[in-house]
């Protein structure tokens, strides 16, 4: 059986947005050491590409389960790429919780 390549594509999806997110996180204390607050342009932009990760992690979550349903294909990759999803939506939420109980 072939790799599927759904399953290659939601891994490298799921791959890059980890790389996102550890940019995400760098620039983002970055700017809080240079006394940025929430109401600066570059914060919103920030937050605007926190959103994108969070739009590529369904999308690539949702190619990992359609290739846990091929039959004709292996689903390594699918699943490896679902496990890496949940791990980094998981930290987006974490992340999002630091963030609201900082700002209370």
């Known amino acids: 059986m072939k790799h599927s390549g759904l399953g290659i594509a939601s891994f ?9 997110m550890l940019i995400l996180v760098i620039a983002s204390v970055a ?6 607050t929430e109401n600066d342009p570059g914060m919103s ?10 739009v590529l992690t369904m999308v690539g ?16 990759f699918g699943i490896i790429e679902l496990i890496l999803n949940a791990m980094t939506f998981l ?14």
């Open 12 to 20: 490298i999806i799921s791959l890059l947005n980890g790389v996102l």
């Open 45 to 54: 932009l920030l937050g605007a590409v926190l959103i994108g990760s969070v």
């Open 91 to 104: 930290g987006i939420i974490i992340l999002m919780i630091i963030g609201i109980a900082e700002g209370a």
């Open 61 to 76: 979550g949702v190619f990992g389960i359609i290739t846990c349903f091929q039959k004709t294909r292996k689903k390594i």
């Open 31 to 36: 700017m809080v050491n240079e006394g940025l």
